[in-house]
């Protein structure tokens, strides 16, 4: 009997436990992991972040395996331009990409000769100096870097290989109402709004990217344990997200 009481107690703690990280994970903060560098110099391959899923409101996105409690937002809270943002892939509805918008509906956008314009005025941009990027072996890999403003006022880097690349030219669009347009940080090495990624449509985003809990580069191996330390980037850790 006393076997059988531990049992159901311990059997309460965990589904308890469960049901609580459900919550916060649907309500208020998902951990998610970067697997590419399309937000490079902003997010790194390897970093992991809290996104605030309560920030946008919810839709049915904010809920495991986007279970189809509800079409479109309740509580909306309108995403800011400049926003880094998780949301669904339009095309499939499953896969979650980050991006920053710069976008937002009603803006006539476009691209020519990798300068973005919005609604016919340029974005200034400033040049700073390179940004390199090394691999486990050492072997340098260097971008131009510069400083962008985007309309409201707010600054945010990215970097390019150059001007002349295939996605650094887009004709004059419009976006719809209720849709964002949403481009990653490392213009030439990112899949966007410009090619399969569309309009973002608001009921699409899961939430604000707000700050870096851990981050890991490649240089340690797993199985040599006092490496570890070198694969964490210290100067990393709990960067807010801007």
Do not use: C
């Not at 839709?59 to 800011?80: A, M």
């Not at 260097?142 to 880097?157: M, N």
């Not at 985003?205 to 330390?229: C, I, M, Q």
Request: charged share 30%; no cysteine.
């Amino acid at each position: 009997m006393e076997k059988d009481e531990g049992f159901m107690d311990t059997l309460k703690t965990v589904v308890i436990a469960i049901a609580i990280a459900v919550v916060i994970r649907t309500f208020l903060f998902e951990p998610f992991r970067i697997p590419s560098g399309s937000m490079y110099p902003t997010l790194y391959v390897g970093d992991y972040l809290f996104v605030s899923k309560y920030t946008y409101g919810y839709s049915k996105h904010s809920f495991p395996f986007s279970l189809p409690l509800f079409d479109g937002r309740i509580w909306e809270d309108k995403p800011q331009r400049g926003d880094v943002v998780v949301f669904k892939f339009p095309k499939d509805n499953r896969t979650d990409f980050i991006k920053r918008i710069i976008g937002m509906p009603g803006d006539k956008i476009k691209l020519e000769k990798g300068r973005v314009y919005i609604n016919g005025k340029i974005l200034e941009r400033e040049a700073l100096e390179d940004f390199v990027l090394r691999d486990a072996k050492g072997n340098a890999e260097r971008f131009h870097q510069y400083e962008e403003t985007l309309p409201e006022g707010k600054k945010h880097k990215i970097i390019e290989i150059s001007d002349y690349e295939p996605a650094d030219d887009m004709p004059e669009i419009t976006i719809p109402k209720d849709n964002y347009f949403v481009m990653g940080d490392n213009r030439d090495r990112s899949d966007d709004s410009r090619i399969s990624v569309g309009f973002v449509p608001a009921e699409n985003l899961v939430g604000k990217a707000r700050f870096l809990f851990y981050s890991h580069n490649d240089e340690g191996a797993w199985y040599l344990p006092w490496t570890w330390p070198k694969k964490i980037r210290w100067n990393r850790l709990f960067d807010k997200i801007d």
